[in-house]
């Protein structure tokens, strides 16, 4: 992952390819889950959801917008997009009868994608430094799920959704999440607090970044279990072959989708402690 994303660091887009590769596969990925699992979301709807979400990075570069406008931008338009496909497909479709459950789908799945991978492009583009706070988002889920899995199977006992991920305890959980929250603090007041210069003293700083570091862990592990959920719903072990071995586009993002809204919040905090 980190040799696909360097390049950003630098120019700033090849981050913004990358991010629209990995949207349109992963569009494609869920929408092959939803119809496996008997749900029928509207294609054209989808497709114009994920434009209008570009649209508003565009509008940000002509405008010059800030990165809080832009987000704004986006959650009022987009937003609204998402709730309007729920309303609109009932009507167009009044024969169908999970009509209101595939808008409802088909909203959501424009948000899931669109949204963290907007959060990632607005911080290369409009954030000051803002590549050094999406490898917090990026590398979060490596090393919550690293330590997770080794503290689990030191000290796992009791088992916390069984039903979903059968291995994963509790005990593993707590310990995956402190070493993030570590990792980001250490990463932060190592990096980001000299490169950004910021305003205030290192030790607040620090306990700042390691209860986002949690959050950011809490926020990776619960974007593993919300797509686990989806495929065991679905009926599917994996979103697509693209990784063979691995799975598909989503397979490999799961997490990443929910921790790089979080990222961006503390680039936004940041950006406030100059």
């Not at 992952?1 to 494609?28: D, K, Q, R």
């Not at 916390?160 to 070493?179: D, M, Q, R, Y």
């Not at 305003?199 to 620090?206: C, F, K, L, S």
Request: hydrophobic share 50%.
């Amino acid at each position: 992952m980190l040799s696909l994303f360097v390049p950003a660091l630098f120019f700033p887009v090849t981050g913004v390819i990358m991010a629209v590769v990995i949207g349109v596969i992963s569009c494609i990925e869920m929408y092959k889950a939803i119809r496996n699992g008997g749900y029928n979301p509207s294609r054209l709807l989808l497709i114009i959801g994920m434009s209008l979400a570009t649209l508003m990075v565009i509008c940000g570069l002509l405008f010059k917008l800030n990165v809080e406008n832009i987000m704004a931008l986006y959650l009022i338009i987009v937003g609204m997009y998402c709730i309007a496909c729920g309303i609109n497909l009932p009507l167009v479709r009044p024969q169908d009868e999970k009509a209101f459950l595939n808008g409802f789908f088909t909203g959501g799945m424009i948000f899931y994608i669109s949204f963290p991978l907007f959060c990632f492009v607005s911080a290369l583009l409009f954030v000051p430094h803002g590549w050094y706070y999406m490898v917090i988002g990026l590398f979060a889920p490596w090393g919550t799920d690293t330590f997770a899995y080794f503290t689990g199977v030191a000290f796992g006992k009791h088992k916390i959704v069984p039903h979903i991920s059968p291995k994963k305890t509790w005990e593993g959980c707590i310990g995956g999440a402190l070493f993030c929250a570590i990792c980001v603090t250490v990463y932060c007041c190592l990096v980001i607090y000299r490169i950004d210069e910021i305003d205030i003293g290192i030790v607040p700083y620090g306990i700042l970044t390691f209860f986002l570091g949690l959050l950011i862990s809490v926020m990776s592990q619960l974007g593993d279990w919300f797509c686990s959920v989806i495929k065991r719903r679905t009926g599917i072990k994996d979103f697509s072959n693209l990784f063979p071995g691995h799975g598909g586009m989503l397979d490999r993002f799961d997490s990443t989708f929910f921790t790089l809204p979080v990222a961006l919040l503390l680039a936004l905090l940041a950006n406030n402690l100059y």
